[in-house]
């Protein structure tokens, strides 16, 4: 079936009329296709920039779990999820018709005993650029590493990798056409994160002004998390054993909004992901717009965080002629008030009405 859409396309802020034809966007007026839309803001497919399909609060969650995690974010308008590593094989979704599009960063890879436990491939250092291009293999180009975690023998966040390890195995998964995302919490990683050249750090909060300037120039992404960064104070009330780690995550949330605001104001280029699969439930792409908006991002630039700036940086399109028709649309202009975003009027995924 054939669609016809009429509304003010966003970002630009026309009002146009889009026809959808083979699950295809066209300007070419379609004759015979259903007026689905005649007034609204049309705006490109949400992104959760990062998300955990396959995880839960339980564990590893089933089909049935997985496909209603697709839904939930599918539902919040997020048509487009870069799975940022996941031990769940949840490749049979892309056959499902009404369920998003995923994008995978393969497994989690960590430093032996230094992450949640049955999460990541555990790894020693010189093992760490033979599994890295093992990933860049099964992955959609993308591949994740844990950058630091809690090291209990200090009791506190460290760095997971040497310098060197982490510089080779940026190394090898560019080679092997991917790009690296990289969690980390404190300071101590970035640098050497950073120097190796990894695409984009996951969190962040532990930036300071000459790492953001160092990612500016580099055009190094940051995908900052914000709704689950509001979940350190409970992290740290439940490490009361390691009052020095305790002291840190409360610091780190502390800051977590002036660092952002320093690294928007600084140009690193900031995309939408709210870390759901565990802590976090799915849905939720529009609680971390907000969050962004609040922390000192433009409107235009928090929601594009989470629509065409995000597509474009993962290589999808936005609304143009032959893109994927995966579009939201609005009763009101989510530009003037954030709060339009949450009850889309249509979704229309992979050219099918699905909501």
Request: charged share 25%.
């Given at each position: 079936?054939?669609?016809h859409?009429?509304?003010v ?10 026809w ?5 966007i ?14 609204g ?8 920039a ?28 997020a ?28 497994r ?30 099964v ?10 975690w809690?090291d ?6 460290a ?18 056409g ?17 120097a ?18 160092l ?5 190094t ?27 840190r ?8 909004r ?19 699969g ?11 717009v ?14 594009g ?15 143009e002629e032959?893109a ?9 202009d989510p ?9 889309p ?10 909501r």
């Open positions: 079936m054939s669609l859409l009429a509304g396309v966003l970002p630009e802020g026309e009002q146009r009329d889009l959808v034809r083979d699950g295809r066209t300007f070419e007026p379609v004759p015979g296709a259903e007026t689905v839309v005649r007034s803001w049309i705006v490109p497919g949400l992104v959760d990062h998300c955990h399909i396959g995880l839960s609060p339980a564990g590893h969650a089933d089909r049935a779990g997985q496909r209603a995690q697709g839904y939930a974010d599918r539902d919040a308008g048509l487009l999820v870069r799975d940022a590593g996941s031990p769940v094989d949840t490749r049979w979704l892309d056959d499902v018709d009404d369920a998003p599009r995923i994008l995978r960063a393969g989690h890879l960590a430093r032996t005993k230094r992450y949640i436990r049955d999460l990541a491939i555990e790894l020693e250092p010189e093992e760490l650029a033979d599994e890295i291009a093992k990933q860049a293999a992955g959609d180009g993308w591949v994740k590493i844990v950058g630091d809690i209990r023998s200090v009791g506190d966040l760095p997971e990798w040497p310098r060197e390890t982490v510089i080779e195995a940026v190394r090898r998964a560019h080679a092997a991917a790009k690296v995302a990289v969690h980390t919490f404190g300071e101590e990683a970035l640098p050497d994160l950073l190796a050249g990894v695409d984009s750090i996951e969190h962040g909060t532990g930036l300071t002004e000459d790492l953001i300037a990612m500016a120039a580099h055009g992404a940051l995908v900052p998390t914000l709704i689950n960064i509001d979940h350190f104070p409970e992290i740290a009330d439940s490490a009361a054993r390691f009052p020095v780690y305790a002291a995550m409360r610091r780190l949330h502390e800051s977590s002036p660092r952002l605001r320093a690294a928007y104001e600084a140009g690193v280029p900031i995309y939408a992901g709210t870390d759901a565990s802590m976090i439930e799915h849905g939720r792409i529009v609680d971390e907000r969050e962004l908006a609040l922390a000192g991002m433009a409107t235009v630039d928090a929601l965080a989470a629509s065409w700036r995000a597509r474009e940086w993962l290589g999808l399109p936005g609304i032959g994927p028709a995966d579009l939201v649309v609005y009763d009101a530009l003037a008030d954030l709060a339009a975003l949450v009850e009027g249509r979704i229309v995924l992979k050219g099918t009405i699905v």
